[in-house]
């Protein structure tokens, strides 16, 4: 079996409606962390890239977790887990919305090896960041070794060979995520060929590590700018024109249906 991925440029809130129930095994996502409004101190080098706090405009508008348990619940296989990454001001507000919902509401620490240096010495290193997990009893779980489950996940954030650039060789999404993490947690809490769910997909990590990891993968996205930089992505890594919105099919599985890609208006190209 040939893995399939499907592109959808619009907005998540209004899609993910069109997947159907109990379809999904991971849901696995990096939605905005609202600091921006935290952040807004800047820093001019000229031997390196500036230091530009000042994150995009959709950093500004408000997540609400709340609004995405309806529509996560429904689309979740019983074997199901979901995983998002989050940050300090953000984590109360998925433990109020999410913790009733499900059996378990953990979370894991993201420690950066190589966080943005503290040039003015004055405070702690911003090294850390958070990752909502959640599931229900019977939850499917590949453990590795005791020393691979910890809830804490070291690793090097996104280096210059993995980092994805404008066309200005400036870097195009502010909080990219490393390959290795995402795979991690794809590994533990999913099997190949089944189907990841990303719903803020950015600059395509998730889906590139679901490729290597033999992952079915839906990707939807809002921000054409993201969404034409992973198409890019995806040509440059697999030598292929990359011109429509599903860029690999080669059968259809388990409840995944012609009638669901037919209401997402996307065509079918087979590779």
Known sequence: METWIKLVLWDCFEKIKKIPDKSVDLILTDPPYNIAKYSTWNIKFNWREDINNDLAEWDLI????????????????????????????????????FDSEFDTFQYLVWHKLNPVPNFFKKWFL?????????????????FKTQAQMHNFIESWICMWWERIKDLNWKTLHPT???????????????????????????????????????????????????FEASKKRLWVKDEINIEKFIIEKVEYIRNITVKWLGDLKLEVINI
């Not at 997540?63 to 940050?87: A, C, G, M, Q, V």
């Not at 850390?128 to 599931?135: K, T």
């Not at 795979?183 to 889906?207: C, R, Y």
């Open 62 to 97: 408000d997540l609400k977790p709340k609004d995405l348990i309806k529509e996560y619940k429904r689309i979740i296989k019983p074997t199901w887990n979901i995983f998002i990454f989050t940050s300090y001001n953000m984590i109360w507000k998925f433990h109020e919305a």
């Open 126 to 142: 911003n090294s850390c960041e958070l990752i909502v997990a959640c599931w229900n009893k019977w939850h499917k779980w590949n």
């Open 176 to 226: 990219q995520k490393p390959i290795s993490i995402l795979k991690h947690l794809i590994e533990i809490s999913s099997d190949e060929w089944d189907i990841v769910l990303d719903p803020f997909m950015w600059v395509w990590s998730t889906g590139e590590a679901c490729k290597q990891l033999n992952r079915q993968f839906i990707w939807i996205e809002l921000d054409k700018i993201y």
